[in-house]
């Protein structure tokens, strides 16, 4: 039986992939013009990447504009994430402030979807996160991004039940492929994860040109959300999200 996590109106963990589409604005202004383009596109889910923003270091701002975006977004999901740089982020950050900055986020209310990073500190640091998260409602996505390789097939499930066991609504592993056999990994990570570890959905993604395939076959081996772009990519691989959505219903097997 397959776990659902319902996010709104939306149920992750069955049938055709949502799909995040992240807004990446560094300004007040920037922000809320590309929260509105995506409202006119095909899309499930919103991701605010922080890490962009430009005031991101002050919490007062990162209210006033989260509460703005917030209503702009209407009952749109919204994940919350600040991607540090040894990940693929574009901003230092300190692990106190990091979770200073998630938990604030929480407790507005105006998230729905937190990302917390399995190398942000220990698991006992990430557990607290975690739980703390949960106090207020928020589904936490446990992430881990590496663009230099792809580890085997047995060393990716073994990191996706880790965050399952950490308090993952959403365990996420996207990682950089150098052949096909590196996507295959990938794929059949995922596989088995949906197979023998479905306590949660995952999200599993393979990066770049090769890793395209698993950007849209979520359907057939259990990766829960793919990752669209609007006007510019916040990863390498990331297909335009109205081709996505046209893509997805093509091959659904349903």
């Not at 499930?44 to 991101?56: C, G, P, S």
């Not at 991004?145 to 066991?165: G, I, S």
């Not at 829960?224 to 691989?237: D, E, I, L, N, Y």
Request: neutral net charge; aromatic residues 8%; contains cysteine.
């Amino acid at each position: 039986m397959k776990n659902i996590v319902q996010v709104r109106d939306i149920e992750l963990g069955d049938g055709i992939p949502k799909i995040a589409v992240p807004f990446m604005g560094s300004s007040d202004k920037d922000i809320i013009e590309e929260i509105l383009y995506l409202k006119t596109i095909n899309m499930d889910l919103a991701e605010w990447r922080i890490d962009y923003y430009e005031d991101v270091y002050d919490i007062q701002k990162m209210k006033r504009v989260l509460a703005e975006a917030r209503k702009v977004l209407g009952n749109i999901p919204l994940i919350f994430t600040f991607r540090t740089e040894r990940e693929g982020g574009k901003k230092k950050i300190t692990i106190k402030y990091y979770e200073e900055l998630i938990k604030t986020a929480a407790a507005t209310g105006n998230i729905d979807i937190a990302d917390v990073e399995l190398s942000i500190g220990d698991t006992g640091l990430v557990r607290k996160i975690v739980n703390d998260l949960h106090q207020y409602g928020v589904k936490v996505i446990i992430s881990s991004h590496d663009f230099k390789r792809t580890p085997t097939k047995n060393e990716l499930v073994y990191k996706m039940c880790k965050m399952q066991q950490l308090g993952a609504d959403l365990p996420k592993v996207a990682v950089m492929p150098h052949s096909a056999k590196d996507v295959l990994a990938l794929l059949s990570s995922t596989d088995e994860m949906a197979c023998y570890h479905n306590e949660t959905p995952v999200i599993a993604i393979s990066m770049g040109p090769l890793g395209v395939i698993t950007r849209i076959s979520g359907e057939i081996f259990g990766s829960a959300v793919t990752f669209g772009s609007a006007k510019a990519a916040s990863a390498p691989g990331q297909l335009e999200s109205n081709m996505l959505y046209k893509i997805l219903r093509c091959i659904t097997y349903k």
